[in-house]
């Protein structure tokens, strides 16, 4: 054996040992990192509860236009993330027809131009008016709870008994003492925000078990029948945050053979909120068998996002745009022609042109020509023996004040030779002409 082979059978027994070490050392683990939300979630806020109807056997789509309603079946559900969307009286009439062929509604009452001290809306909200539902305001903790999270994260430990300023004072207090250590892994953030049991609604489900909701009661919604039971159309089915609460935050009417759901909480379905409480099971109970479409408001890209994302299409695109530009300009054949005159002549200037060019051209006589036969097809005289032309001469004489010898010349005389002969043939067909 040589010890080229040698050296080659070392280094193969070698590799294989190496081999075989990695396979018995070594150890497979995974770890996930959250990187936030992707773009289509941040795009698309009900994407979580588009997926988790999915999930169950559902077909779940997106709208931005109520105008959907002439598609849709009466078997489907229609979300609509602010009753602002159905802007006028007739949408909000088509809206509670399609309901009560069995249809089922889903609103969201528009609370953005509620005006605290008069106790309505700015502009004029038609489906509540319709529905005879009015807006009241409720309890703010809810609202500044929000903020408190987006602030300082969902990882922070809120006190809903504190008032917003003592939340913000009790956090920086805890990043002067560096009380934010993060928290041990095995420790799994609770799937529930701390609210206390009284900011909770209780709804009765299926087999006599309840559901918990935590819904926003910044603005309620109220209906006479709650005052008076003689009022007739009021809701089937309503929840109360708190017993002395005049309004509510959701109210369910019945509405021929459909159902139609007023709410005044426009993120209960969210992707941050669907997964609290039982949301998603009560986005459940209230989608029906056929689609369930989301009416939202059309969502654009700022135009930050839209020039860093197509930024390099935009230079590649100027850049072809540049050279096709310096080509054009580039390719010449020929010395280079005069620049044309910029000055328009007049009007009639044009015409003493055109009318020298026809002349120069000998096309007067064929002009000529055409308007004798058309004003002779006007006259009835087209084929006339001479006794028929003289009483046409003599009744064109009285009407137009001229003698007889220039009608005839006119009608049918030879064509003319100069240009004042023409002039006055044509003026005289033009008298001729207006008389008829």
């Known amino acids: 054996m040589t010890a080229k082979r040698v050296l080659i059978a070392a280094l193969a027994l070698s590799g294989a040992a190496l081999v075989w070490l990695f396979l018995t050392f070594y150890e497979r683990y995974t770890k996930e990192i959250d990187t936030g939300w992707g773009a289509e979630a941040k795009r698309?806020?009900?994407?979580?509860?588009?997926?988790?109807?999915?999930?169950?056997?559902?077909?779940?789509?997106?709208?931005?236009?109520?105008?959907?309603?002439?598609?849709?079946?009466?078997?489907?559900?229609?979300?609509?993330?602010?009753?602002?969307?159905?802007?006028?009286?007739?949408?909000?009439?088509?809206?509670?027809?399609?309901?009560?062929r069995g249809g089922h509604a889903i609103v969201v009452a528009y609370t953005g131009n509620f005006d605290s001290g008069a106790g309505r809306s700015e502009n004029r909200d038609w489906l509540l008016e319709a529905m005879g539902v009015s807006l009241e305001e409720g309890h703010s903790d809810f609202e500044w709870q929000q903020t408190l999270e987006q602030l300082f994260g969902e990882d922070a430990t809120l006190d809903p008994t504190q008032s917003p300023a003592d939340a913000m004072r009790e956090h920086n207090r805890k990043i002067d003492e560096g009380d934010t250590e993060e928290k041990p892994e095995e420790k799994e953030k609770p799937r529930n925000p701390d609210v206390p049991e009284e900011n909770l609604v209780t709804l009765p489900a299926e087999g006599g078990s309840e559901i918990q909701l935590h819904l926003n009661a910044s603005h309620l919604l109220y209906h006479p029948s709650f005052n008076d039971e003689t009022v007739d159309g009021g809701p089937v089915s309503w929840a109360r945050v708190w017993h002395d609460d005049i309004g509510v935050p959701f109210m369910q009417f019945k509405r021929g053979s459909g159902v139609i759901t007023l709410m005044t909480d426009s993120t209960l379905w969210q992707s941050h909120r669907i997964g609290h409480f039982d949301h998603a099971y009560f986005l459940q109970l209230l989608a029906s068998d056929g689609e369930f479409v989301f009416l939202t408001r059309p969502r654009f890209e700022s135009l930050t996002k839209v020039a860093r994302e197509y930024a390099v299409e935009f230079f590649i695109a100027g850049a072809l745009a540049l050279l096709a530009w310096l080509l054009l300009r580039g390719r010449r054949f020929g010395p280079l022609q005069p620049e044309p005159e910029v000055s328009r002549?007049?009007?009639?200037?044009?015409?003493?042109?055109?009318?020298?060019?026809y002349w120069l051209d000998d096309r007067c006589e064929a002009l000529l020509r055409g308007q004798r036969e058309e004003l002779l097809r006007r006259l009835g005289a087209t084929h006339t023996d001479a006794s028929q032309k003289r009483k046409l001469c003599n009744k064109l004489c009285a009407s137009t004040g001229m003698d007889e010898a220039r009608v005839l010349a006119t009608l049918w005389g030879k064509p003319p030779t100069s240009e004042e002969t023409f002039t006055e043939h044509m003026r005289n067909l033009q008298r001729i002409e207006a008389v008829l």
């Open 44 to 100: 698309n806020p009900y994407l979580a509860a588009q997926r988790y109807l999915a999930d169950i056997q559902l077909t779940p789509r997106q709208a931005d236009n109520i105008a959907v309603l002439r598609g849709l079946s009466p078997d489907a559900t229609l979300f609509i993330s602010s009753s602002s969307q159905v802007y006028n009286p007739t949408k909000a009439q088509e809206l509670l027809q399609w309901v009560e």
């Open 345 to 357: 002549r007049s009007l009639l200037e044009h015409i003493s042109a055109c009318g020298h060019y």
